[in-house]
């Protein structure tokens, strides 16, 4: 069940077709791009990784993040990729946590990592994708594909680590195999030649689902800037028929708000894939009015990549229904060949609309943590993943999101959800961003304080946003307290650290 058969079926089936573009230019097509991954798991063998090894892929979004990636799978390795944006002692711990034998890099990152190969005992060589070394290393002889079982570790996914050291979730052959098939099953059928626009990180979820596109014959196209551009990427899917990428709920704002949005040519644009973090309603209905019923919303974290719960695009385009309110709110019901459940602290179901722990099941679901037991044991203690987020499950199996566990407020012993405030507070026009945290309080345990963004040129006293609080939700969950800040700390992958704003009003001075 080695994954390197996508590219080797794609190379040997289509070799002519187009594999990676870096924007309208084609870098590679499968042909040749099969040649390099092969010479690549050759190379990587010849410097002493065995089946098993695990290899470093610290790149900046690049072309030749795909080659080093099937490289390493067609040699029987387990690959590493790291977020680029990574400090230097993060990328140390990284690499020293998983073993890593060497790590490929781009340019940017050779002042940072290359000295590490001083100071780790596993690390023998970091090697630049524009060194000369690298080249030879792709176009040298190749080998044939090595034998994988469906347990082995294929893909060490790093957790963003925003409260403590990251954790390297072991995803297994099966388990991205699983992934790629839901992703048919689920969000779209393929057609040879359909373009995936990697606007996000490839280290982690629009890595991931370059799967998809190698195993039907798609192009994975690389953005020439390297980063993520709203112009940029309106200007590859004008360009590209069947065209989709993944973005976080932020990058969704970010082109809502670009100045090209409304010449994007819906004849060519396939698919948005959104998660990764709270999609709000507002936000979606504007998104929808604006590119149709193209959306596609995921549930999921790095133990269970990107195929726990689903919104498809066929309920985003249910404007009539009934429930169609209830299912914007939501994240979807399961996704194919997974179980979700909602339990309370012992593990046991809990009623329809009444919230808890979120827990999945499925070949999806990790193998565990490298190098981790006792947190193994803790996650995935009978059998399922807990996922650490609350929600609700309603009759129809449709799953509501209120919060990540640790970040509810429990407010004179009544449990208060932040999203729900968020949610509510995004309704004025002046609020571009907000996050709800809680804060201690001697009375009470905690209280609810709201940070918000105004919009340029745009001001919103307290008492408005009072109003609309309580016109909306119970009295005890209106914040006590409304921070105006210039934008909310946010981590490498747009999600929002609370952690910091709660260090930021301990900071100011406690409870108010």
């Not at 640790?406 to 009544?414: A, F, N, Q």
Request: charge should be negative; proline fraction near 6%; aromatic fraction near 8%.
């Amino acid at each position: 069940m080695n994954l390197a058969a996508f590219m080797r079926h794609a190379a040997l089936a289509e070799p002519e077709r187009e594999a990676v573009c870096v924007g309208n230019s084609c870098w590679a097509t499968y042909g040749t791009l099969g040649a390099r991954t092969a010479a690549i798991a050759s190379a990587l063998r010849a410097r002493g990784c065995a089946p098993g090894t695990c290899v470093g892929i610290a790149m900046t979004n690049c072309p030749q993040f795909f080659e080093t990636l099937f490289g390493a799978w067609h040699a029987g390795l387990v690959a590493v990729p790291i977020n680029a944006k990574l400090h230097p002692s993060e990328f140390a711990y990284i690499l020293d946590h998983s073993g890593a034998r060497i790590c490929l890099v781009t340019p940017d990152l050779v002042e940072g990592i290359a000295p590490l190969a001083e100071d780790i005992d596993t690390l023998d060589a970091v090697v630049s994708v524009d060194d000369p070394d690298y080249e030879a290393m792709a176009t040298g002889p190749g080998m044939d594909m090595a034998a994988a079982a469906p347990t082995d570790p294929a893909w060490l996914f790093y957790t963003s680590g925003t409260t403590g050291r990251p954790k390297g979730a072991t995803l297994t052959h099966r388990v991205l195999m699983a992934m790629t098939m839901a992703y048919f099953a689920d969000i779209d059928h393929v057609e040879p030649g359909d373009a995936l626009v990697q606007a996000a990180p490839v280290s982690h979820g629009s890595g991931l689902y370059s799967l998809s596109h190698v195993a039907r014959m798609g192009v994975n196209v690389i953005p020439e800037s390297g980063h993520f551009d709203p112009d940029e990427i309106f200007s590859i899917v004008n360009a590209r028929r069947g065209s989709s990428f993944f973005a976080a709920p932020t990058m969704i704002t970010r082109l809502m708000n670009a100045s090209g949005a409304g010449d994007l040519n819906l004849a060519n644009l396939k698919t948005i894939t959104y998660g990764g973090g709270p999609m709000y309603v507002s936000d979606l209905r504007r998104a929808l009015e604006m590119w149709g019923p193209r959306l596609y919303q995921l549930f999921a974290q790095g133990e269970a990549p990107m195929t726990v719960t689903g919104l498809s695009k066929r309920h985003h385009a249910m404007v009539d229904h009934p429930r169609y309110d209830d299912w914007l709110a939501s994240v979807g019901f399961p996704r194919t060949g997974v179980e979700v459940r909602v339990v309370d602290e012992n593990d046991a179901d809990l009623p329809p609309g009444e919230p808890g722990e979120i827990i999945a099941r499925g070949d999806i679901v990790m193998a565990g943590y490298w190098r981790n037991p006792q947190a193994t044991a803790e996650t995935l203690r009978g059998g399922w993943l807990h996922m650490g987020d609350a929600g609700t499950l309603d009759e129809t199996g449709f799953i509501t999101l209120k919060d990540r566990i640790k970040d509810m407020i429990i407010s004179g012993g009544s449990n208060i959800y932040p999203r729900e405030i968020e949610e509510v507070l995004l309704r004025h026009e002046a609020v571009l961003e907000t996050s709800v945290v809680g804060r201690p309080h001697p009375d009470w345990g905690e209280e609810v304080v709201a940070f918000v963004v105004e919009r340029e040129g745009m001001r919103v006293e307290d008492a408005a946003l009072d109003r609309l609080c309580l016109d909306h939700i119970a009295r005890f969950k209106r914040p006590r307290c409304y921070v105006r800040i210039d934008s909310l700390p946010k981590n490498n992958y747009g999600k929002v650290l609370k952690t910091a704003l709660r260090e930021q009003l301990a900071a100011e001075g406690g409870h108010s």
